[in-house]
């Protein structure tokens, strides 16, 4: 008896490790699903409604339902530079029905002592890029970037300007632009791109950088007024604006927006999400919607996207040092 009780008892422990075993590893590699998607699928947005990504996934979701046959529910979850949704997005089961937004920050953050690394999520694609710009207050004295810089020099730290939160896609050119000029800024950083914009129109800071679209409404409004754009050559909807190239500060910066899913989505899944996007993407309704946006759409599959965000991570990175030791 004695020994039939131990048996049942070690084979009891056995099998509780074996399902714990389980549970622990769910997260780390999803079970494919020949019935996916069979509900509906939630996608977050990291940023406050107004910006570019949100209007990518506004955009985006009716399209994606078309093609997957249920609903796709957005919602924002905007705090500490897109850290709360990625976070988020991190802890889901890799099944394929939690999905986020993201952008450049996936790359970045990890350069600011967040827990966040490009290798927790898996990408499904790229939706588009959005060209930058530096916009000053309509009534700002800054008639060109030559002008913001000289006050920078003759004050340093005084000239303030408006982000989407620090190491963020639009924080971290600021940092480029001090290093090339050899200027010193201070950083007022709030929680996604429409608060910020929304600041510099209202002149509580003296400048924005931030993508030509996000811009847009408030310089029609009569809010903003562009300064310097972040492109190679001249934007043809703002022909009489100059790149900052043109300024002696050769700095080009654009945002970008894609879908990830968390680490661990079995790879048909993510085809099937990567498919369902490209042909989204490819939809002259989104094309239309991004592009009088002044937004570039653009496709990015899985695995370009993967590479592409390596890539941005070299790239920011060393803006990012440079913008913890000298900006305020």
């Known amino acids: 008896m004695k020994k039939t009780i131990l048996r049942s008892a070690a084979l009891l422990a056995a099998g509780l490790l074996t399902v714990t075993g389980c549970s622990a590893n769910a997260k780390s590699g999803g079970t494919a699903d020949g019935n996916y998607p069979s509900k509906d699928v939630r996608l977050i947005v990291p940023w406050a409604a107004g910006g570019s990504g949100d209007l990518t996934a506004r955009t985006i979701a009716p399209l994606l339902e078309k093609d997957l046959?249920?609903?796709?529910?957005?919602?924002?979850?905007p705090g500490a530079n897109g850290s709360v949704a990625y976070n988020w997005l991190a802890e889901q089961e890799p099944d394929g029905y939690n999905l986020a937004m993201m952008g450049v920050e996936v790359a970045t953050l990890q350069f600011m002592d967040y827990d966040i690394?490009?290798?927790?999520y898996a990408p499904i694609g790229q939706g588009l890029a959005g060209p930058g710009a530096i916009a000053v207050p309509v009534d700002s004295p800054f008639k060109t970037l030559e002008d913001l810089?000289?006050?920078?020099?003759?004050?340093p730290g005084d000239l303030t300007f408006s982000s989407p939160g620090i190491g963020s896609?639009?924080?971290?050119?600021?940092?480029?632009?001090?290093?090339?000029?050899?200027?010193?800024l201070t950083s007022v950083p709030f929680d996604g791109s429409a608060p910020a914009i929304a600041a510099a129109a209202a002149g509580k800071v003296d400048f924005s950088i931030d993508a030509i679209g996000s811009q847009k409404?408030?310089?029609?409004?009569?809010h903003l007024r562009y300064l310097a754009?972040?492109?190679?050559?001249?934007?043809p909807d703002n022909p009489d604006v100059p790149t900052a190239k043109e300024a002696g500060v050769d700095?080009?910066?654009?945002?970008?927006?894609?879908?990830?899913?968390?680490?661990?989505?079995?790879?048909?899944?993510?085809?099937?999400?990567?498919d369902a996007m490209e042909k989204a993407t490819g939809d002259a309704g989104y094309q239309q919607v991004i592009t009088s946006s002044n937004?570039?759409?653009?496709?990015?599959?899985?695995?370009?996207?993967?590479?592409?965000?390596?890539?941005?991570?070299?790239?920011?990175?060393?803006?990012?040092?440079?913008?913890?030791n000298n900006t305020k």
């Open 169 to 184: 896609v639009w924080d971290s050119p600021a940092a480029g632009l001090q290093q090339l000029a050899d200027i010193k």
């Open 251 to 274: 700095l080009q910066n654009a945002s970008w927006v894609g879908v990830m899913a968390p680490k661990g989505t079995p790879e048909d899944t993510v085809k099937k999400l990567s």
């Open 69 to 77: 046959g249920v609903n796709v529910i957005v919602e924002n979850k």
């Open 295 to 324: 937004l570039v759409p653009t496709f990015k599959d899985s695995t370009e996207m993967a590479a592409f965000i390596q890539d941005e991570a070299k790239r920011y990175g060393p803006w990012i040092e440079y913008a913890k």
């Open 149 to 155: 810089i000289a006050a920078a020099k003759a004050k």
């Open 217 to 222: 409404i408030q310089v029609d409004g009569g």
């Open 229 to 235: 754009m972040l492109t190679d050559e001249r934007d």
């Open 117 to 120: 690394k490009p290798e927790n």
